[in-house]
Antibody, heavy 116, light 113 residues
Framework: EVQLMESGGGLLQPGGSLRLSCAAS????????MHWVRQAPGKGLVWVSR????????HYADSVKGRFTISRDNAENTLYLQMNSLRAEDTAVYYC?????????WGQGTLVTVSS | DIVMTQSPDSLAVSLGERATINCRSS????????????LAWYQQKPGQPPKVLIY???TRESGVPDRFSGSGSGTDFTLTISSLQAEDVALYYC?????????FGPGTKVDIK
């Protein structure tokens, strides 16, 4: 059974840092590109970042470029999102997503709240 | 960036009736080398992550009921629910995966009339 389990969310102040993790199981992790997508409370879906299967190529939304870093550990079947200089507008549920072109499997998400 | 728009914002349909959602992209998402439209539809129910319904604009994901269908090409696409069931109450999003940044439509809320 395919599973994506996010962790690392929480409440923090503006300017803080957080690292999200996504543990993958039930499929060959190294065969897939992976993404982070976020959803602010009551709002729509916003793509954040993607990484290719071997970690050699990454891409970011303009809103997080220079502040967030996506990475993966293929030996541990884990995806990461390092989030620095957090702002109130980064408050959202962050989903870890597997893709084979389209987004074919989503984790349950982890909530990040940035507030003073 | 490719901007995705959806219409209507919301709709209420009687049980057993047809629901139609439209999606438009600001530029074509048809890749000429393979003749595929890089367009997907997702369903999201409250408190749950999105789930893919349709990809390549018209291919139904495994396990998705055949009352869901997708059509269109280039810049204009449609998701049709042929006979609305109670469990179809949800938000529906279109998405282009033709180019980064990957972008989603704003969503369409489907309710029972």
């Amino acid at each position: 059974e395919v599973q994506l389990m996010e962790s690392g969310g929480g409440l923090l102040q503006p300017g803080g840092s957080l690292r999200l993790s996504c543990a993958a199981s039930g499929f060959t992790f190294t065969s897939y590109w992976m993404h982070w997508v976020r959803q602010a409370p009551g709002k729509g879906l916003v793509w954040v970042s993607r990484i290719n299967s071997d970690g050699s190529s990454t891409h970011y939304a303009d809103s997080v470029k220079g502040r967030f870093t996506i990475s993966r550990d293929n030996a541990e079947n884990t995806l990461y999102l390092q989030m620095n200089s957090l702002r109130a507008e980064d408050t959202a549920v962050y989903y870890c997503v597997r893709s084979w072109y389209y987004f074919d499997f989503w984790g349950q998400g982890t909530l990040v709240t940035v507030s003073s | 960036d490719i901007v995705m728009t959806q219409s209507p914002d919301s709709l209420a349909v009687s049980l057993g009736e047809r629901a139609t959602i439209n999606c438009r992209s600001s530029q074509s998402v048809l890749y000429s080398s393979n003749n595929k439209n890089y367009l997907a539809w997702y369903q999201q129910k409250p408190g749950q992550p999105p789930k893919v319904l349709i990809y390549w604009a018209s291919t139904r994901e495994s396990g998705v009921p055949d009352r869901f269908s997708g059509s269109g090409s280039g810049t204009d696409f449609t998701l049709t629910i042929s006979s609305l069931q109670a469990e179809d109450v949800a938000l529906y999003y279109c998405q282009q995966y033709y180019d980064t940044p990957i972008t989603f439509g704003p969503g369409t809320k489907v309710d029972i009339k």
